[in-house]
């Protein structure tokens, strides 16, 4: 008898369609963009973040994206600038400077080899 009951407990809610994911977070529609587009923005922001090993905190202020007060903001700028100079210099209209050719996943480049690393 209490196998029946729990069985019909449980079985309205096993026969229940699973429920829809939460809808996905939007973020705001971008303000204050000088260089990119707006469908450039996520991408682009995903592969500073990937490229530089930092937080989008790094050069935006906390709930204000739009906002220039943080310095890491303009350097990411010129930096954006820098990048699309040397690849239009490449005729087959490809990109083949990132931020990631020389971060490598660290805040600053690397300019020199590691330490002890001699030419081969």
Avoid: W
């Amino acid at each position: 008898m209490r196998l029946l009951i729990a069985l019909a407990v449980v079985a309205p809610l096993i026969a229940q369609e699973p429920q829809p994911n939460p809808p996905h977070r939007e973020h705001p529609a971008p303000k204050n963009l000088k260089l990119l587009k707006p469908d450039e923005v996520m991408p682009t922001m995903h592969a500073f973040r990937i490229a530089l090993g930092e937080k989008c905190s790094f050069c935006h202020v906390d709930g204000d994206f739009a906002s220039d007060a943080n310095p890491h903001k303009e350097i990411a700028r010129k930096m954006i600038v820098l990048a699309r100079d040397i690849n239009a210099k490449f005729p087959d209209g490809k990109t083949h400077v990132t931020c990631y050719t020389c971060h490598r996943g660290n805040e600053h480049p690397a300019t020199a080899p590691p330490e002890g690393d001699a030419a081969k």
